[in-house]
Each structure stands twice: as structure tokens, then as C-alpha cells.
Nanobody
Framework: QVQLVESGGGLVQAGGSLRLSCAAS????????MGWYRQAPGNQRELVAA???????NYGDSVKGRFTISRDNAKKMVYLQMNSLKPEDTAVYYC????????????WGQGTQVTVSS
């Protein structure tokens, strides 16, 4: 049973920083992609950043240059360093794990709230 648990959300002023963490547990194939998505009220869930098990990264256009995704494969952790936060970054941030085991499977965490005040 794969589980993802996010932490690190909170309230921060515009221009500030936060670091989100996601801890994965369970049996996870070595080849996988972990990522962060976010969803603001009334909006669709959108990609923030993703990182492969080999370290290749991909970022949403709105966070490029401000956010950095990283991972520790040995600890089954993925991190999102968020700098220069803006009020429009306010959303629930979700951790996602994608694996391929006789098919593609996606696992999601429960989400963590990030609120950026102006």
C-alpha cells in the first residue's frame, strides 16, 4: 500500500519562502515520477513541478525560476522549495507519485494548504 504524506504548508507573506515535503511509504518501483500539483478554489488542479527518479525536472510556467523540486530516493522523499511567493500561489498543494507496474498508476497525498498574504 503506497501512501504519500505532505507537510510544510502554512501562511506566509508575499515574497517569502516555504519548503514542502512529501514522504512516500510502501513498495515503490525504482522507476517513477514524483511531482507537486496545486489547486486553488474554482480552478483545475495544475502541475507545479515534477521530477523523475533519474533527476530530470519539469516546471509549470508560473513557477519557473522561483520554485525548485528535489528528491531523496533513499528516503523516499520529494521536496518543493518555494521562493518569492505570490498571493496567486495560494492553493492546496498535492504530492503525486506515478509508477508503471503492468500499467500506469497514480497515487496522491491528502494535500497541504499554502496561503500567501499580500
Amino acid at each position: 500500500q503506497v501512501q504519500l504524506v505532505e507537510s510544510g504548508g502554512g501562511l506566509v507573506q508575499a515574497g517569502g519562502s516555504l519548503r514542502l515535503s512529501c514522504a512516500a511509504s510502501g513498495s515503490i518501483p525504482s522507476i517513477n515520477v514524483m511531482g507537486w500539483y496545486r489547486q486553488a478554489p474554482g480552478n483545475q488542479r495544475e502541475l507545479v513541478a515534477a521530477i523523475t527518479s533519474g533527476g530530470n525536472t519539469n516546471y509549470g510556467d508560473s513557477v519557473k525560476g522561483r520554485f525548485t523540486i528535489s528528491r531523496d530516493n533513499a528516503k523516499k522523499m520529494v521536496y518543493l522549495q518555494m521562493n518569492s511567493l505570490k498571493p496567486e500561489d495560494t492553493a492546496v498543494y498535492y504530492c503525486k507519485l506515478r509508477v508503471w507496474v503492468r500499467g500506469q498508476y497514480d497515487y496522491w497525498g491528502q494535500g497541504t494548504q499554502v496561503t500567501v498574504s499580500s
